[in-house]
């Protein structure tokens, strides 16, 4: 064995993995989006792991609430709110010198996902809202890039694997052509619900060990892939809840069956051709981010959101808007909500900070 595949000895002892699998991570791109908690759980295996060029994408910085579960990041980070790929940079860098870490600061969206995907391998999902992953789903059915979907919300936790039928030439496209495909996002999971009724880390919490089991799945799922073991990859939806001691896994992607998925049957890209999901657009001089989705419906509950805001400040709401103030970390925001899903966020005037609050206070 030669000296710089040394520290990699114990996992390539594994069946299907040996010194060619290894040379095959080393020479892998990953995908990180986001590098919350799920995120930086999967960054700081898959480095370990010798994956050996990552790229992570994140728009927030690092608070001292972040610490409970995101283990790339220590108080000194939260103390100066670093950008949370800067500071996962820095990290990873004194854990494995042989990888490297692109950082980049920014909101992931239909209009630079692309561009950040350019030469990766495989998307690993470690966002924090239905929208961004439709628009990942999107783009690794497009691409034919396998997409490792997880999620984790106060003691639960799914993830999936979708490895489309269309590939461009990677080193699982034998696999997959050979009927190992797999049903894409929204063949498990049709339609996003609306705005207001999805629960968040933020509303609801989330315990670490339910984020690690989810990351840990979805660094295991990327090693096969990278490694050409596509035929170990799961084929259900993993469904988990540490508080109720359940584990589940569920054949999933009616959608699939049946032919209609819009994506990866139809092929209809809604979230990254920017005609699905919502936009925003700032208020000059108001210090203000109106966000509203581009298929509005009158769908939100403004009173079981009014309920899960108030721990964090005065929320006053009736039938057509909901108004509440929040204390976020040493920023106040004030969210207006209204039934058909459209927001004003004041208190910035930076869009991505208006889709963060959006995404930890509302729920998509
Ligand atoms: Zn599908």
């Given at each position: 064995m030669s000296p710089d595949l040394a520290r990699y000895h114990r996992q390539m002892l594994l069946p299907g993995f040996g010194e060619e699998g290894q040379r095959r991570l080393l020479g892998s791109t990953a995908l990180l989006l986001g590098c919350g908690a799920l995120g930086s759980v999967a960054a700081d295996m898959l480095a370990r792991a010798g994956v050996g060029h990552l790229v992570i994408v994140d728009r927030d910085v690092v608070e001292l609430t972040n610490l409970q579960r995101q283990v790339l990041f220590d108080e000194d980070d939260a103390a100066r709110a670093v950008p949370k790929a800067v500071a996962a940079k820095r990290r990873l860098a004194t854990v494995n010198s042989q990888v490297r870490v692109t950082a980049i600061v920014d909101d992931l969206n239909h209009t630079n996902i692309e561009r950040y995907a350019a030469g990766a391998d495989i998307l690993v999902d470690g966002l924090d809202n239905i929208e961004t992953r439709y628009l990942a789903n999107d783009l690794a059915v497009k691409m034919g890039l396998p997409y490792i979907y997880g999620a984790a919300i106060g003691s639960t936790g799914m993830a999936f694997s979708v490895l489309p039928?269309?590939?461009?030439?990677?080193?699982?496209e034998t696999a997959a052509k050979g009927g190992l495909a797999t049903p894409c996002l929204r063949c498990l999971f049709a339609e996003a619900p609306p705005p207001g009724t999805s629960p968040t880390c933020d509303t609801v919490g989330v315990i670490s060990s339910a984020v690690a089991m989810v990351a840990n799945f979805q660094v295991a799922e990327t090693l096969k892939v990278l490694t050409g073991n596509?035929?170990?990859?799961?084929r259900t939806l993993l469904n988990l809840d540490l508080w109720e001691n359940e584990i589940l896994q569920f054949k999933g992607g009616d959608a699939y069956d049946s032919g209609d998925c819009p994506c990866c049957k139809l092929r209809h890209f809604e979230y990254l051709d920017g005609r699905a999901g919502s936009s925003a657009t700032t208020l000059c001089g108001r210090n203000a981010v109106q966000l509203r989705q581009r298929?509005?419906?009158?769908?939100?509950?403004l009173g079981a959101v009014a309920g899960r805001l108030r721990g964090y400040g005065p929320v006053t709401s009736n039938e057509f808007m909901l108004r509440a103030q929040i204390t976020d970390g040493d920023r106040n925001y004030e969210i207006t909500l209204f039934p058909n899903g459209r927001a004003i966020i004041k208190g910035t005037d930076v869009a991505s900070v208006a889709r963060a609050v959006y995404a930890r206070y509302v729920g998509s």
């Open positions: 039928h269309t590939t461009l030439g990677k080193p699982w596509v035929d170990r990859v799961s298929q509005e419906e009158q769908g939100v509950d």
